[in-house]
């Protein structure tokens, strides 16, 4: 059964920095693409970031681009999310994804999602 | 960046009815990358429909996907008391991931 558990949310001032994990398991974490997607409270969904199976190839919102760093350890099955210099809009809750197809592609949808961390951002 | 324009914003059915959601999107889409989520409340999304109309593992046939270009549409065609949700459809192309605002089918 494939499991995406995320961890590290809280409260982060503005200008701080915090970093998500998301643990995988049930699948081979290193054949698939994977991303973050983040939730507003009361809005809808925006894509944050997505990373390749290898994580030779990194891609990024242009609202979260130079402040955001993805990346993924194989060997730990672990996909992380470092926040650098957070702002007030960056308030959301923060949901790992896995891309469907094991091509490690990001032409994909997302067939599995966590269940999400909220991140604060506030003095 | 593909921009996506869902409507309505709100949708109000009784169970039973019919729900035709929309999706539109800002430039051509190439149907292979058109996707469909629902969200219930405090749950993750969930994939309904990838590549248009191909229904993903466990979801029901009262859910389907149609279209080409610039215009979608998500058809259920009969209301469960569990298909009050949010839906959002999404494109995953060469172009960048992009989501619509979602619509929301309330019970009547």
């Known amino acids: 059964e494939v499991q995406l558990l995320e961890s590290g949310g809280g409260l982060v001032q503005p200008g701080g920095s915090l970093r998500l994990s998301c643990a995988a398991s049930g699948f081979t974490f290193s054949s698939y693409a994977m991303s973050w997607v983040r939730q507003a409270p009361g809005k809808g969904l925006e894509w944050v970031s997505a990373i390749s199976g290898s994580g030779g190839s990194t891609y990024y919102a242009d609202s979260v681009r130079g402040r955001f760093t993805i990346s993924r350890d194989n060997s730990k099955n672990t996909l992380s999310l470092q926040m650098n210099s957070p702002r007030a809009e960056d308030t959301a809750v923060y949901y790992c994804a896995k891309f469907q197809a094991a091509v490690g592609s990001t032409l994909e949808p997302f067939d599995y999602w966590g269940q999400g961390t909220l991140v604060t951002v506030s003095s | ?108």
């Not at chain 2, 039973?16 to 409340?41: D, F, H, K, M």
């Not at chain 2, 109309?53 to 149609?66: C, K, L, M, Y």
Request: charged share 20%; net charge neutral.
């Open chain 2, 1 to 108: 960046e593909i921009v996506l324009t869902q409507s309505p914003g709100s949708l109000s059915l009784s169970p039973g009815e019919r729900a035709t959601l929309s999706c539109r999107a800002s430039q051509s889409v190439n149907s292979i990358y058109l996707a469909w989520y629902q969200q219930r409340p405090d749950q993750a999304p969930r994939l309904l429909i990838s590549a248009t109309s191909s229904r993903a593992t466990d979801i029901p046939d009262r859910f389907s996907g149609s279209g080409s270009g610039t215009d979608f549409t998500l058809t259920i065609s009969r209301l469960e008391p569990e298909d009050f949700a949010v839906y959002y459809c999404q494109q995953y192309g060469p172009a960048g991931l992009t989501f619509g605002g979602g619509t929301k089918v309330e019970i009547k």
